[in-house]
């Protein structure tokens, strides 16, 4: 056991440019890009499904179909294409991203009270005004839930980046895996997990932190109480993780 | 994009297939042989229910890149055995199909359950009979999610040289071959299609009442 952990617990992995810190912040890296492009294209496509309640079909269709694509392929594909480039890395990853994040999105505008939204149109506000003021508030738990869950797949994934010789934790498990070195390895699988896990955790805290307090309380009219009533277990942003 | 190298290499990509169900699929049975009567545990016991479920999701968050990696050295296999993706596939599956089968069994209705056992159902059978039938819609989302996305991480092997289909794209990026790629992912996203149908046929024929327009 103590030859599992001798890379990770060995000072001189924790420095330099190919230390453990600039690995984390790599992975970080790739990992926020990924996330920014897919809600970019995730959040407004949903929220607009979400608003017009047509086209429900096609969230989950879409949803579906993204989680088929493999990884490995689509990513060893663009960068043969594209070229050894960060925009191969980022479209690559930010596929992942985009199902729980578009699930999600969709999910928490289709869910909020009709009465609200009827009331928000009887007070003339605009759709527009009624998407951005009323419909995505309450939408918040459910698409932070699908951010939560995009921000867990991507991070796990981006480890691949590393096969098509970018940096990331990723280079510990290829790197490790050429030289048979078993402890860089398990480095790498217990940082990417930790990385992971604490990222959650964060998100978990901003969530907290920017949910209105009247979506939270435990009333009849709980979020989680509107997910389990409305949605059927397709259209609930997927359990996080399980990644490439 | 040279496509008759497609033709001239229909051995290698049929093999390559068949190897990848087998690779997918098989953690899929296993995986629900152990996820049933975990689920039935935890939709029991709610002290359980709430160690199980936050581990199962915590299982869900470790790249498969590193399951596939450190398992040789947990096991004691070597790492070039297919043994480590199976397992690793099954550990997924598992934990996936653990939230899935309590969710459902927690789900049907108390009174049904009162009226199986007014009929003189055991708890053994009231269980095959009636609880598990129940649940079925809901465990075949279940199955078809864990189906899926096994089927798209078995190609994640190919990087420790045991991937089915995934064989492609290693291969292909090394030789800077396109055409093989795009044909692993075709038939990747092609077989995950397929067996998502099939699940859901099973589940349909599984579920005679459903159809008849009859509230259960």
């Given at each position: 056991?103590?030859?599992?952990?001798?890379?990770?617990?060995?000072?001189?992995?924790?420095?330099?440019?190919?230390?453990?810190?600039?690995?984390?912040?790599?992975?970080?890296?790739?990992?926020l890009?990924?996330?920014?492009?897919?809600?970019?294209?995730?959040?407004?496509?949903?929220?607009?499904?979400?608003?017009?309640?047509?086209?429900?079909?096609?969230?989950?269709?879409?949803?579906n179909?993204?989680?088929?694509?493999?990884?490995?392929?689509?990513?060893?594909?663009?960068?043969?294409?594209?070229?050894?480039?960060?925009?191969?890395?980022?479209?690559?990853?930010a596929?992942?991203?985009?199902?729980?994040?578009?699930?999600?999105t969709?999910?928490?505008?289709r869910?909020?009270?009709?009465?609200?939204?009827?009331?928000?149109?009887?007070?003339?506000?605009?759709?527009?005004?009624?998407?951005?003021?009323?419909?995505?508030?309450?939408?918040?738990?459910?698409?932070?839930?699908?951010?939560?869950?995009?921000?867990?797949?991507?991070?796990?994934?981006?480890?691949?980046?590393?096969?098509?010789?970018?940096?990331?934790?990723?280079?510990?498990?290829?790197?490790?895996?050429?030289?048979?070195?078993?402890?860089?390895?398990?480095?790498?699988a217990?940082?990417?997990?930790?990385?992971?896990?604490?990222?959650?955790?964060?998100?978990?805290?901003?969530?907290?932190?920017?949910?209105?307090?009247?979506?939270r309380?435990?009333?009849?009219?709980?979020?989680?109480?509107?997910?389990?009533?409305?949605?059927?277990?397709?259209?609930?942003?997927?359990?996080?993780?399980?990644?490439? | 994009?040279?496509?008759?190298?497609?033709?001239?290499?229909?051995?290698?990509?049929?093999?390559?297939?068949?190897?990848?169900?087998?690779?997918?699929?098989?953690?899929?049975?296993?995986?629900?042989?152990?996820?049933?009567?975990?689920?039935?545990?935890?939709?029991?016991?709610?002290?359980?229910?709430?160690?199980?479920?936050?581990?199962?999701?915590?299982?869900?968050?470790?790249?498969?890149?590193?399951?596939?990696?450190?398992?040789?050295?947990?096991?004691?296999?070597?790492?070039?055995?297919?043994?480590?993706?199976?397992?690793?596939?099954?550990?997924?599956?598992?934990?996936?199909?653990?939230?899935?089968?309590?969710?459902?069994?927690?789900?049907?209705?108390?009174?049904?359950?009162?009226?199986?056992?007014?009929?003189?159902?055991?708890?053994?059978?009231?269980?095959?009979?009636?609880?598990?039938?129940?649940?079925?819609?809901?465990?075949?989302?279940?199955?078809?999610?864990?189906?899926?996305?096994?089927?798209?991480?078995v190609?994640?092997?190919?990087?420790?040289?045991?991937?089915?289909?995934?064989?492609?794209?290693t291969?292909?990026?090394?030789?800077?071959?396109?055409?093989?790629i795009?044909?692993?992912?075709v038939?990747?996203?092609?077989?995950?299609?397929?067996?998502?149908?099939?699940?859901?046929?099973?589940?349909?024929?599984?579920?005679?009442?459903?159809?008849?327009?009859?509230?259960?």
């Amino acid at each position: 056991m103590s030859l599992l952990f001798s890379y990770l617990f060995d000072a001189a992995n924790w420095s330099g440019p190919t230390g453990i810190p600039a690995r984390i912040g790599e992975h970080l890296f790739y990992s926020l890009l990924a996330l920014a492009l897919g809600a970019v294209i995730a959040i407004p496509l949903g929220a607009l499904i979400g608003h017009t309640q047509k086209g429900g079909f096609l969230v989950v269709g879409i949803a579906n179909g993204m989680r088929a694509l493999p990884e490995l392929g689509l990513l060893t594909l663009l960068v043969l294409l594209m070229g050894i480039d960060l925009l191969p890395v980022t479209i690559a990853l930010a596929v992942l991203a985009v199902p729980p994040l578009l699930a999600g999105t969709y999910s928490g505008v289709r869910n909020v009270d009709r009465g609200a939204v009827d009331a928000a149109r009887g007070m003339g506000m605009r759709e527009w005004q009624i998407l951005t003021k009323v419909e995505l508030p309450n939408a918040l738990p459910l698409l932070l839930g699908g951010l939560r869950a995009a921000a867990l797949q991507v991070i796990a994934t981006a480890a691949v980046a590393a096969y098509v010789s970018f940096g990331g934790l990723g280079r510990l498990l290829i790197d490790g895996l050429k030289s048979l070195d078993y402890s860089q390895m398990a480095a790498g699988a217990i940082l990417v997990a930790l990385l992971a896990l604490a990222v959650e955790g964060l998100l978990a805290l901003v969530q907290r932190a920017v949910v209105s307090p009247g979506l939270r309380g435990g009333g009849k009219r709980s979020p989680t109480a509107e997910i389990t009533r409305s949605t059927t277990p397709e259209q609930i942003p997927e359990p996080a993780g399980a990644t490439p | 994009m040279v496509w008759d190298w497609i033709p001239r290499n229909t051995d290698l990509i049929v093999r390559l297939l068949g190897v990848h169900t087998l690779l997918a699929l098989i953690p899929v049975v296993i995986g629900l042989v152990i996820a049933v009567p975990l689920g039935w545990l935890a939709s029991r016991n709610p002290g359980l229910r709430s160690v199980l479920i936050p581990a199962a999701s915590v299982l869900y968050t470790i790249p498969s890149l590193a399951v596939f990696i450190v398992l040789p050295a947990v096991l004691g296999t070597q790492i070039l055995d297919p043994l480590n993706v199976v397992v690793a596939l099954t550990i997924y599956t598992v934990a996936l199909l653990v939230r899935s089968v309590s969710d459902a069994l927690a789900a049907v209705p108390a009174l049904v359950v009162a009226a199986a056992t007014a009929m003189g159902y055991k708890p053994g059978r009231r269980f095959v009979s009636v609880e598990l039938p129940l649940a079925v819609p809901v465990l075949v989302a279940g199955l078809r999610v864990a189906a899926v996305s096994n089927i798209s991480l078995v190609s994640v092997g190919a990087l420790i040289g045991v991937g089915g289909l995934g064989q492609l794209f290693t291969e292909g990026y090394q030789r800077d071959f396109p055409t093989e790629i795009l044909t692993g992912i075709v038939l990747i996203v092609a077989l995950a299609l397929v067996v998502d149908g099939l699940l859901v046929l099973a589940g349909r024929f599984a579920t005679p009442w459903t159809r008849m327009g009859v509230g259960v």
